[in-house]
């Protein structure tokens, strides 16, 4: 049972350009997150797919986008890269919430993310 | 305003000695509270999840503890060994309504075993 999984491993990119990272989740899960965590730091969301539709988002401008497949899987795309963009980026995985168990053991499975450097 | 703070910020221990880390979380309304081990370039992985009943619990020499009336959490580490090099993140869960809860990341304890 693979777990989630992220590609490219590593990637660099210049200013202003376009980035896509790819995340497959955990087999059964139907649930995709997205994080940036910059060195040093903790995990910061970005957004929630289910059902193919963003259904949370965190405080990140427009340029940041995604897109879930009828398979579960996700992409995130940066537009107009900036320099403060090179991070550690982050694909979890869940399956849909249990609202009869009240949600409290919910887990989510990181993949072992994208390191984006932007020159 | 949702915040998960942690301490100290890093730490550096040897091999074979016990530590304790600490999360402190301003959180409301409150799912449950996480653990996890990050190694250095690679995700996060889950060591403890607790909910608001749950006092303490344990993976192998990791033991959380919960005090959801102080809104606070331990991570304490037995006989540490090399591998235990990471950092130690605290996720808090947020209620919300639909089909997902949000998460609150602390930044983070560095924790670094030396010989």
């Known amino acids: 049972d693979a777990g989630v999984t992220q590609s490219p491993t590593h990637l660099i990119k210049t200013r202003g350009q376009q980035v896509t990272l790819r995340c497959s989740p955990k087999?059964?899960?139907?649930?995709v997150s997205w994080y940036q965590q910059a060195l040093g730091q903790g995990p910061q969301f970005i957004f929630q797919?289910?059902?193919?539709?963003?259904?949370q988002r965190g405080n990140f401008p427009d340029r940041f986008s995604g897109h879930q497949f009828p398979n579960y899987s996700s992409e995130l795309n940066v537009n107009a890269l900036l320099l403060g963009d090179s991070a550690l980026y982050l694909c979890?995985?869940?399956?849909?919430?249990?609202?009869?168990?009240?949600?409290?053991?919910?887990?989510?499975?990181f993949g072992p993310g994208t390191r984006l450097t932007v020159l | 305003k949702n915040q998960v703070e942690q301490s100290p910020q890093s730490l550096i221990i040897l091999e074979g000695k016990n530590c304790t880390l600490q999360?402190?979380?301003?959180?409301?309304?409150?799912?449950?509270l996480r653990w996890y081990k990050q190694d250095t370039g690679r995700g996060p992985v889950s060591l403890t999840i607790m909910t608001f009943s749950e006092n303490t619990k344990s993976n192998g020499r990791y033991t959380a503890t919960l005090d959801a009336d102080t809104k606070q959490s331990s991570l304490h580490i037995t006989a540490s060994q090399l591998s235990d090099s990471a950092s130690y993140i605290c996720?808090?869960?947020?209620?919300?309504?639909?089909?997902?809860?949000?998460?609150?990341f602390g930044t983070g304890t560095l924790l670094a075993v030396q010989p």
């Open positions: 979890a995985s869940r399956p849909v919430q249990d609202f009869t168990s009240g949600g409290g053991t919910d887990t989510q499975y």
């Open positions: 797919y289910y059902e193919e539709e963003e259904r």
């Open positions: 087999s059964g899960h139907d649930t």
């Open positions: 996720v808090v869960s947020v209620t919300s309504g639909g089909a997902t809860n949000k998460l609150i």
């Open positions: 999360c402190n979380y301003t959180v409301s309304p409150f799912s449950n």
